[in-house]
């Protein structure tokens, strides 16, 4: 066992400011993306505008709106191979350059004369895919990082900064009303900073590179990543150990599986298994009930949202305080997870969503029906209000931030990238169904109906949580993996991450 001197040792406070420093940097990533979901609610009102001499139909307005929905699925998707393929860091940088190319197409769209209605689908369509990209990748990267402790933690931040760019983009809106193009500049800017940042300060995951046979380079990022000065017995132990699990979960090569279809089959094969197919299908069900209780579709059409539910005051200053609350609700994630881990948080959110929506759907009922008088409605304009922005934090406590965190950490390393890729892929799908349908289930519906509809799936999606959502709190990848197939045995239950100095050994 080598020897080292104590000062070469770091404490734990040192290597938790360390993972911090990541997250921070990983994390950054996101924002500029998160703000194309809710830049359709602060540019429609300038682009529905009748002075306006390009204003976009009815039927354009509804494409603005979710064209991007239909790219997101695809970033996400991609986000998978390009993450495995080429690494964790790679995948943010891939982001960032995309990012920046959407919100230059939206940015040179406000300055041009004529009918710009392609061109903004066209950086719609982009900025919608790096959302896809963004949605997973940082979470991924963070999952391989952070010690068991504070994976929960750092694995649930992807909410936060997906809430941070959209009140970013709501206050935006509010300084700058009608003037998307300015928003659009200010935005691009983001991931410029954002890759200057990843590209000179942001290691590579180790888990990563061991699955690339890079035990060297992998060895020496975990030394940097928690500050060690040299290499421990500690790392070695850990490097071997991701070793064993790379080799158990390997998928070999046979031979004359040399064609095109031949690796995808591998994939597809390790795919069915328990520990792929099991969590897969847990998380898919998951963001169905994420996306079928309106939890993202209000953010897309929040200015029209406010008005349907009655809420009396200027529309940008109410979605500003509603993306304001939501970002607190994220924040608080990061120490509920830590005490409570996945499924207090998740039903705690389910129930709230429930209650508000149809607790909102029995007031525009009882108003639409004249059993709440008009007089009587001015004085309760509080109560829709109210609603909204208890139902945008405590979704931000579970259903909002749970799905994306798990789809991180409870897919085997060797297929987690393409595995959480394709769940958030189809996750966004169903946000695309949600945001296209938005102006036809209004009109069929009713307000009142609409947010019934929402009520119903909430308490649906809660009695899945109850039901079916395992716990994921404090254990290690390798336990995570162990909760779906009993027969998956691991070399070492010991990962670095749990590491703990004490007494300078």
């Not at 891939?94 to 190319?101: E, G, Q």
């Not at 031979?255 to 994939?267: E, I």
């Not at 304009?381 to 931030?401: C, H, K, Q």
């Not at 991450?497 to 004490?502: A, C, D, I, P, T």
Request: aromatic content about 12%; proline content about 4%.
């Amino acid at each position: 066992m080598d020897k080292f001197e104590k000062d070469d040792l770091p404490s734990a406070k040192r290597s938790t400011l360390i993972q911090i420093a990541l997250c921070l940097i990983a994390y950054f990533s996101t924002i500029a993306p998160s703000m194309s979901l809710g830049f359709s609610a602060v540019a429609l009102p300038g682009l529905s505008n009748p002075e306006n001499p390009y204003k976009l139909t009815e039927e354009q307005q509804t494409w603005f709106a979710s064209i991007a929905s239909i790219a997101t699925p695809i970033g996400c998707f991609i986000s998978g191979p390009i993450s495995d393929k080429f690494g964790r860091k790679m995948s943010i940088l891939t982001i960032n350059a995309i990012t920046f190319l959407g919100w230059l197409v939206l940015t040179l769209a406000a300055r041009i004369d004529g009918n710009i209605y392609a061109m903004l689908l066209v950086g719609r369509l982009i900025t919608g895919f790096s959302t896809g990209l963004a949605s997973i990748s940082a979470a991924v990267y963070m999952a391989e990082v952070s010690s068991p402790d504070l994976r929960g933690m750092f694995t649930t931040a992807s909410a936060t900064f997906f809430s941070l760019g959209i009140l970013c983009v709501y206050f935006l809106g509010y300084l700058f009303k009608d003037d998307w193009g300015q928003i659009a500049l200010i935005t691009a800017v983001i991931p410029v900073i954002s890759m200057v940042l990843s590209v000179f300060l942001l290691p590579e995951s180790p888990a990563w590179l061991v699955s690339k046979n890079r035990e060297i380079e992998a060895r020496s990022n975990l030394t940097k990543i928690y500050g060690f000065k040299n290499s421990t017995t500690e790392i070695r132990e850990e490097i071997q150990t991701l070793v064993d699990n790379r080799k158990k979960n390997e998928i070999k090569k046979s031979p004359g599986s040399t064609s095109f279809f031949a690796p995808l089959k591998k994939k597809f094969k390790y795919f069915m298994r328990p520990t792929c197919l099991k969590p897969f299908l847990i998380i898919l069900t998951y963001f169905f009930f994420l996306q079928f209780s309106g939890v993202f579709v209000i953010i897309f059409y929040c200015i029209d949202i406010v008005k349907q539910a009655g809420v009396s005051i200027d529309p940008h200053v109410a979605i500003v305080a509603i993306a304001l609350t939501r970002l607190i609700g994220a924040l608080s994630v990061f120490s509920i997870s830590k005490r409570c881990g996945r499924r207090g948080p998740s039903i705690f959110s389910g129930v709230f969503i429930t209650i508000c929506m149809l607790g909102l759907s029995a007031y525009l009922y009882c108003k639409n029906e004249g059993i709440i008088s008009e007089d009587l409605a001015q004085n309760l304009t509080w109560i829709p209000l109210t609603l909204l922005v208890a139902y945008f934090f405590t979704s931000a406590v579970g259903f909002l931030t749970v799905p994306f965190a798990m789809a991180a950490e409870v897919f085997p390393t060797k297929i987690r990238g393409l595995a959480s890729g394709l769940v958030t892929c189809l996750a966004y799908g169903f946000n695309f169904i949600t945001v296209k349908t938005y102006a036809v289930m209004m009109e069929s519906m009713g307000n009142a109906g609409f947010f019934c509809f929402y009520g119903i799936m909430g308490l649906l999606g809660t009695i899945f949580v109850i039901t079916l959502l395992p716990e994921t709190k404090g254990k290690t990848l390798q336990e995570i993996e162990e909760l779906f197939d009993k027969n998956v045995k691991h070399t070492s239950e010991t990962e670095l991450l749990s590491v703990q100095v004490k007494n300078g050994k």
